[in-house]
């Protein structure tokens, strides 16, 4: 039985104009139908702030089995983070949400939100954190701080209307989530096709996208939170080319989430590069973690710009030698990337520790490092976590079992740690 009723569903017909984005539940099979007003834009603001176009009026969400339906609030917000691009002043759902919620999204997005059900109250936390799971090595490392947390995979499947759409490995990936399976982890598969839905393919329409099987499964999980990957250089750090302090807590989507109950969770954010890999290589997930969505199958492609900088880090962590980075091709498109892009690199921290510490020969990589001239007490901090960030990312409620985690698996930054950490900036060009 449904707990929420569906006592406001009438009021859809009375709507004064607006996105209709109205989700068609048959089982498992998940079917949000997209009406639009002729008022609304045909291009809208879309993962990045990128001005987006629409494709398509229909995508599919496929949960691994029926479940209960979720709270009207965590509904609604699941259809607005796929649709939110191509919102004019209004979204209309298929019922009724609670009035705070409604409120929230008008003061966060500028959306007036309907139907409204007066009568009904925010969804309340459940008891446990949900996982997003990406089989990455920042997703394995909070795997490993949150083993009992249901992990959820999001894989981008195929859209009926546009098989020619560019393929990505997600099936691979998706494999080795489920394989994590076999260490005690409850992983499920998710499988959607709203990306294909964005002109030009691929992007998601808004970056929580992927967690629109945690809100539609948020009851059956029982969700008291979102937990996600990402580090200490994208959170305290202007991608790793400088120290910035104070990270962007609370602000965009993040306060809706916590609205219906889920407040979003970063265990890693605390956690370097460098940290979250060697947790990742060192656990029972070692092997199982894949950053690249290029490539085979069987494999990543090792020549994009972020493989070359995963497989340094790794080489560095691991004290091994990887023979793409001996062999790295200097016309390869990853490589000229790196050394042909801005400075300082993205990145540019993770670069420094690697380069002052991988000795394997490389003439490619030599060049870099005779550039950067990377000194490896400079980034010695890297190998640490930084503590303040449980009490910025993490709920009161699991920040001490967090915090014990990381404890046991990588040193606290000191006092010099963290002044050697908020002196790093390789945006203002050194004195001579």
Not at 43 to 56: D, I, T
Not at 60 to 66: F, G, I, W
Not at 394 to 402: C, E, F, K
């Amino acid at each position: 039985m449904n707990p929420w009723g569906k006592q406001v569903a009438g009021r859809m017909a009375v709507s004064m104009g607006g996105v209709q984005a109205l989700w068609n539940p048959r089982g498992r099979s998940w079917q949000l139908n997209l009406i639009r007003d002729s008022q609304d834009p045909e291009r809208g603001p879309g993962q990045g702030g990128r001005p987006v176009g629409l494709k398509a009026a229909e995508a599919t969400v496929e949960l691994p089995h029926a479940v209960v339906e979720p709270h009207p609030d965590a509904e609604a917000l699941a259809a607005l983070v796929i649709v939110r691009p191509w919102i004019g002043k209004r979204l209309v759902v298929r019922r009724g949400v609670s009035p705070a919620f409604a409120a929230l999204v008008f003061r966060t997005f500028g959306i007036e939100l309907s139907p409204v059900d007066d009568n009904l109250m925010p969804r309340a936390p459940g008891a446990s954190p949900v996982l997003s799971y990406s089989a990455g090595f920042d997703s394995s490392a909070a795997s490993v701080l949150l083993p009992e947390a249901p992990h959820l995979y999001h894989l981008r499947a195929d859209h009926p209307k546009f098989p020619g759409d560019p393929a990505y490995q997600s099936l691979a990936l998706a494999r080795m989530a489920a394989a994590a399976g076999a260490h005690r982890r409850d992983v499920r598969i998710i499988r959607a096709d709203f990306e294909h839905l964005v002109d030009p393919y691929p992007s998601l329409p808004h970056w929580f996208g992927f967690a629109v099987g945690a809100l539609l499964m948020s009851e059956e999980l029982d969700a008291g939170a979102i937990a996600l990957g990402g580090t200490l250089e994208t959170w305290y750090m202007d991608m790793g080319r400088k120290w910035t302090g104070s990270p962007p807590i609370g602000l965009g989507i993040d306060p809706l989430p916590e609205m219906v109950g889920m407040p979003i969770m970063r265990p890693t954010a605390g956690l370097t590069e460098i940290t979250t890999l060697r947790i990742s290589t060192e656990s029972e997930l070692s092997g199982l973690a894949r950053s690249c969505v290029r490539g085979s199958g069987a494999s990543p492609c090792h020549v994009c710009s972020k493989c070359i900088r995963k497989d340094l880090i790794a080489a560095t962590v691991t004290g091994q030698s990887v023979g793409q980075l001996d062999h790295l091709d200097p016309q390869g498109a990853g490589w000229k990337a790196i050394i042909g892009g801005a400075r300082p690199l993205y990145m540019q921290a993770q670069f420094e520790y690697c380069l002052a510490r991988y000795t394997s020969p490389s003439a490619a990589l030599d060049e870099l490092r005779a550039e950067l001239a990377p000194n490896p007490v400079d980034t010695e901090w890297l190998d640490k976590a930084h503590r303040p960030a449980i009490g910025n990312f993490v709920p009161l409620r699991w920040q001490h079992v967090i915090q014990q985690r990381i404890g046991s698996l990588v040193e606290w930054m000191t006092p010099k740690d963290e002044a050697a950490m908020a002196s790093f900036d390789r945006t203002t060009p050194a004195a001579t």
